[in-house]
């Protein structure tokens, strides 16, 4: 059974870079042809795509976000990891972690993020 667990803090300061990661169970985040996506979700803005690696670990981000974010893999530890820069109050959101990157069949149960000093 395919399992995605998100981690990271539930607070942090604007200006900071965000970390989170995701630690995947049941499957190899190398098997072939899996997509491993980060997406969030505000009252704002809704459901958002934010960035993925593939399992040859190519990233691809959302255009508005490519300069401040960062998705990297540590397949020892079978876990994908979000950084996000120079966060501001906007960002503030559910997190979640997913398998694929256009459709998603396996989802994290979130994590809160808020940004505020």
């Known amino acids: 059974q395919v399992q995605l667990q998100e981690s990271g803090p539930g607070l942090v300061k604007p200006s900071q870079t965000l970390s989170l990661t995701c630690i995947v169970s049941g499957v190899s985040i190398t098997a072939n042809y899996h997509y491993w996506s980060w997406i969030r979700q505000s009252p704002e803005k809704g459901l958002e795509w934010m960035g993925a690696?593939?399992?040859?670990?190519?990233?691809h981000y959302m255009e508005s976000l490519k300069g401040r974010t960062s998705v990297s893999r540590d397949t020892s530890k079978n876990q994908f990891t979000l950084q996000l820069s120079s966060v501001a109050p906007e960002d503030t959101a559910v997190y979640y972690c997913a398998r694929g990157l256009l459709e998603y069949d396996f989802w994290g149960q979130g994590t809160q993020v808020t940004v505020s000093s």
């Open positions: 690696i593939g399992y040859r670990g190519d990233t």
